[in-house]
């Protein structure tokens, strides 16, 4: 017997038409850029599964809460951190029985140079010194959350004054990627999951975990969205198809 694939597409809409007439959904989906490459997996995966679309809008995490509470039309928020989440719960823009804690990530210093030797990053790594007069790429240490825990990182090990002159923020972690990738600046910090997706840095290593509070993505449903098919992709991400894109991204499922 062949072993058995996922529903085509032309399937499953003629399948949904005999059973009532009922059209394909479409769920936008606001997710941390550090979600990118996954998210461009994820999303196609979706679509064969179930005959919906997900529309997926990527940028920092405090950007694309921002624009929700401004009252862009979105149905899902995954956010790279709690606090923004909590942001958007306070005002009760999502609806907080579909919260979940989805994803894990850590924290890592990356290089340009592909011959960069590892190092282990304690207390004591000359790291203003390894600058020098060049810059370290970080996301925006105040409100995107890998520069936020980058900051809180540094501080916690005597790192952050001597390095925060040197800082180059970028409205992303994905952009902060990008300079570095591109020789603009020398070494940045950035997801590990990040560092996978791009050829063009080499990690050198990796923060400690107590460094910095837990790297956590939560997801939720937006309040007066498309509460059908946002439930459907929200289960979607917590299934097998999707833990496996994740993991193969190198982040950490959380969910059961």
Excluded at 56 to 74: E, F, M, N, T, Y
Excluded at 129 to 153: C, F, Q, S
């Amino acid at each position: 017997m062949p072993c058995p694939t996922l529903p085509s597409l032309a399937a499953l809409a003629l399948a949904a038409l005999a059973a009532g007439g009922a059209a394909a959904g479409q769920v936008t989906v606001f997710a941390a850029a550090s979600m990118k490459t996954a998210m461009d997996e994820i999303a196609p995966l979706f679509a064969e599964a179930t005959g919906d679309t997900a529309v997926v809008s990527l940028a920092g995490s405090s950007a694309l809460a921002r624009q929700i509470q401004a009252g862009a039309p979105a149905d899902v928020f995954i956010s790279a951190n709690p606090g923004w989440m909590d942001a958007l719960e306070a005002d009760g823009l999502i609806e907080a029985d579909s919260r979940t804690d989805l994803l894990g990530n850590s924290l890592v210093l990356i290089a340009h140079d592909p011959q960069a030797t590892p190092i282990e990053i304690t207390p004591t790594l000359p790291l203003s010194e390894m600058l020098g007069e060049d810059h370290l790429a970080m996301a925006l240490v105040e409100a995107v959350p890998a520069g936020i825990y980058g900051k809180a990182a540094l501080s916690a090990l005597g790192l952050w004054d001597g390095v925060a002159p040197k800082v180059a923020q970028a409205d992303n972690v994905r952009a902060a990627l990008a300079l570095v990738a591109t020789g603009e600046a020398p070494f940045g910090i950035v997801y590990a999951t990040d560092a996978r997706a791009e050829p063009g840095v080499t990690v050198l290593g990796t923060f400690p975990k107590g460094s910095h509070a837990p790297i956590t993505y939560p997801a939720a449903r937006i309040r007066d969205g498309d509460s059908a098919v946002a439930d459907a992709f929200l289960a979607f991400l917590k299934g097998p198809v999707a833990r496996a894109a994740f993991e193969r991204q190198g982040f950490t499922v959380l969910t059961e």
